[in-house]
């Protein structure tokens, strides 16, 4: 009989970190992952017990100019998208950011691309100087940049829980997503629906 995977309880040294849910890549948005709403509520849910606890909350953003390399028109991948001070790149009006969330902006100049939390910004540093030892991630999108910031927590040496409820994927491809989680998997992440996260005793 196989043993029973040891239960996953919030403790010191975790952190929240949520990925990227801006309305643009909500349904209705220049670039929607589709049912991208639907990470907002489990993802609250977990804010709040995360605050509660006193662990800290930080969300990142895309932050682009108008001119980014990432789009079309510079012949990028995506339609132009989360171009800093739009609408379009505010946090999901339905995102219960608490006021001691920590706010990270990647990709932020003209010329660099960053689907990783960690690409060119000072996250590492902040967690560190919190002394984050351990990442529950989730977010949009999950087969770009819940994906590389996983990789990246992973490789800075933090253990990383996947929140597989509280992510959704772009599938250009059918089956990105899923092959994301695997490799997030595979590369050391362990991914648990947040309903199963307990609180500490
Ligand atoms: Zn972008």
């Not at 895309?62 to 990028?76: I, V």
């Not at 920590?102 to 002394?131: E, M, P």
């Not at 977010?139 to 959704?168: E, M, Q």
């Amino acid at each position: 009989m196989a043993r029973p995977a040891s239960p996953i309880t919030l403790q010191p040294g975790d952190a929240l970190i949520i990925v990227d849910v801006q309305n643009d890549f909500l349904p209705g948005g220049s670039l929607a992952v589709p049912r991208g709403d639907e990470v907002v509520a489990p993802l609250n849910t977990l804010i709040a017990r995360c605050t509660r606890l006193r662990l800290p909350v930080i969300a990142t953003r895309d932050w682009h100019p108008q001119d980014h390399c990432s789009f079309h028109a510079r012949s990028g991948p995506w339609p132009p998208h989360c171009i800093a001070g739009t609408p379009g790149a505010a946090f999901a009006p339905a995102l219960a950011l608490p006021e001691s969330a920590t706010i990270v902006s990647k990709a932020v100049t003209a010329d660099v691309d960053a689907y990783s939390g960690f690409g060119g910004t000072d996250l590492h540093d902040r967690l560190q100087a919190a002394g984050v030892r351990r990442l529950f991630v989730g977010g949009l999108a999950t087969d770009y940049c819940v994906l590389n910031t996983v990789r990246d927590g992973l490789a800075n040496g933090y253990a990383v829980i996947l929140l597989t409820d509280a992510i959704r994927a772009v599938d250009v491809t059918p089956g990105d997503g899923q092959r994301a989680i695997d490799e997030m998997a595979r590369l050391g992440a362990h991914p648990i629906a947040s309903v199963d996260i307990r609180n500490p005793a």
